[in-house]
């Protein structure tokens, strides 16, 4: 089975390194089939890291290697390279105040009439692990499975979270669906030994904490 084809059957983290890089690659050379040609240089280079160490001059004198094989490679070594910047970059931040999170949210989010629900997990020292939108809903109302938070939670091994959701009608007021689900999500946190450290609602110019307004359900 070819690589491209076991990365779709059995997905990529299956694939040994010289596979995955066999698919960039395409193609092997006279003699020589491309997943060996791709063992070969991730070898020869002295591991994957080592391999996206090398610069587009470094890959050109590669025998096997045409201009083509290597600007593919090349972009996807900066891909990565970028990747892992701007998540040392979402790192950093850190939320000592509502205003903190809908600052943050004002530059992330979309607004196209739908209510979306997001979720900020934290480490320990109140470092952002990760930020997703979870679930999307209609200009009303967005469905939360609480389940699916907690095992995201569990296993980016978060010490606490921040929800948040916006009310496109632009009336921020909390409605009971909303004072009921952080009440049911505060609960849950609590089994898991997780902090919920504040919901918001919010639009592009204001938000409501519902921390502030001591209606985390706690």
């Known amino acids: 089975m070819k690589p491209r084809e076991r990365l779709l059957?059995?997905?990529?983290?299956?694939?040994?390194?010289?596979?995955l890089v066999a698919i960039l690659m395409r193609t092997g050379t006279r003699g020589k089939g491309v997943v060996e040609l791709a063992e070969e240089l991730v070898n020869e280079s002295g591991g994957?890291?080592?391999?996206?160490?090398?610069?587009?001059?470094?890959?050109?004198?590669?025998?096997?290697?045409?201009?083509?094989?290597?600007?593919?490679?090349?972009?996807?070594?900066?891909?990565?390279?970028?990747?892992?910047?701007?998540?040392?970059?979402?790192?950093?931040?850190?939320f000592t105040s509502p205003k903190d999170v809908h600052t943050f949210l004002k530059g992330r989010v979309l607004t196209d009439g739908s209510e979306r629900f997001y979720v900020?997990?934290?480490?320990?020292?109140?470092?952002?692990i990760e930020f997703e939108q979870m679930f999307r809903g209609n200009h009303s109302?967005?469905?939360?499975?609480?389940?699916?938070?907690?095992?995201?939670?569990?296993?980016l091994e978060a010490a606490s979270i921040i929800v948040a959701h916006n009310h496109p009608s632009g009336n921020l007021a909390p409605s009971r669906e909303d004072l009921l689900?952080?009440?049911?999500?505060?609960?849950a946190c609590k089994l898991m030994e997780l902090a919920l450290?504040?919901?918001?609602?919010?639009?592009?110019?204001?938000f409501v904490s519902l921390a502030e307004r001591g209606e985390l359900g706690g």
């Open 9 to 19: 059957e059995l997905g990529p983290e299956a694939l040994t390194d010289g596979e």
């Open 48 to 94: 994957l890291s080592e391999l996206f160490d090398r610069g587009v001059e470094s890959l050109l004198m590669v025998k096997g290697l045409g201009k083509a094989k290597v600007a593919t490679l090349a972009a996807v070594m900066e891909l990565s390279r970028r990747y892992y910047e701007s998540q040392l970059k979402l790192r950093e931040n850190r």
């Open 120 to 128: 900020l997990f934290l480490d320990s020292q109140g470092a952002l």
């Open 141 to 155: 109302a967005a469905p939360v499975f609480i389940s699916e938070i907690m095992k995201k939670a569990l296993k």
């Open 181 to 187: 689900v952080t009440k049911k999500l505060n609960q």
């Open 197 to 206: 450290r504040d919901h918001l609602i919010f639009s592009p110019v204001e």
